[in-house]
């Protein structure tokens, strides 16, 4: 337990489908992160949080859409997915302190999506 | 501009032998430096991590790495490998203010009884 929870685990949807990844932490961070992980593609950082105001946007697309509505939680918004959408959702959190932090990472277990 | 190579995406060895997993860097600040490994099907837990000070650092499940400068490495060792330690393996250097790591493209270890 790192104690940063996802929900859910595994998720299937159609590509004309409307679905949310939900992420928690319980550690008191400030900061909070979408990470993508493909079979093809190293892990890629989508979104960035800190202190609830997104700081970085990696160029996802718009069918991706996040939600930090406080420090402890985050959502990833999913509409209109392409097959090629299928990963892993990884959610971490962490705590930041400017440049002072050591910037180690907290990550949940992921939601293995499936777009069909 | 950070970055991390990982040399080798697949590293097989037998129960006992020595791991070695290598990874090079690349930072425009000090660095900071971490090993995290994956189960399958789970998320990225923290191995190890160097910050400042001591430049062998020890981390969980019997894993060191060493912090080298000059080699602008971070190489990953067990003295012996257990069937346990099966996973894949990934080494991350800070990215910037914002408390972002960027990660290597993983190495997968495989134990051979």
């Known amino acids: 337990e790192t104690g940063v929870t996802q929900t859910p685990r595994h998720l299937v949807m159609g590509m004309t489908n409307k679905k949310s990844l939900k992420c928690e932490q319980h550690?008191?961070?400030?900061?909070m992160y979408w990470y993508k992980q493909s079979a093809k593609k190293p892990l890629e950082l989508m979104f960035v949080?800190?202190?609830?105001?997104?700081?970085e946007n990696n160029s996802v697309p718009s069918r991706f859409s996040p939600e930090c509505p406080n420090s402890s939680h985050l959502f990833l918004h999913l509409h209109t997915l392409q097959p090629e959408d299928s990963a892993l959702y990884l959610c971490?959190?962490?705590?930041?302190?400017?440049?002072?932090?050591?910037?180690?990472?907290?990550f949940g277990p992921g939601t293995r999506l499936t777009v069909l | 501009a950070q970055s991390v190579t990982q040399l080798g995406s697949h590293v097989s060895v037998s129960e006992g032998a020595l791991v070695l997993l290598r990874c090079n860097y690349s930072?425009?600040?000090?660095?900071?430096l971490f090993w995290y490994v994956q189960y399958p099907n789970q998320g990225l837990q923290l191995l190890l991590k160097?910050?400042?000070?001591?430049?062998l650092v020890k981390g969980i499940n019997g894993f060191e790495a060493e912090f080298k400068k000059s080699e602008t490495s971070f190489h990953l060792t067990k003295p012996s490998a257990h069937m346990s330690d099966a996973a894949e393996y990934f080494c991350?250097?800070?990215?910037?203010?914002?408390?972002?790591?960027?990660f290597g493209k993983g190495t997968k270890l495989s134990v051979k009884p």
């Open positions: 971490a959190s962490s705590q930041v302190n400017g440049g002072r932090g050591n910037n180690e990472q907290f």
């Open positions: 550690l008191g961070h400030n900061a």
């Open positions: 949080y800190s202190l609830e105001e997104r700081v």
């Open positions: 930072s425009s600040v000090p660095p900071y």
């Open positions: 160097y910050t400042t000070g001591a430049t």
């Open positions: 991350a250097v800070r990215g910037g203010s914002q408390g972002n790591l960027i």
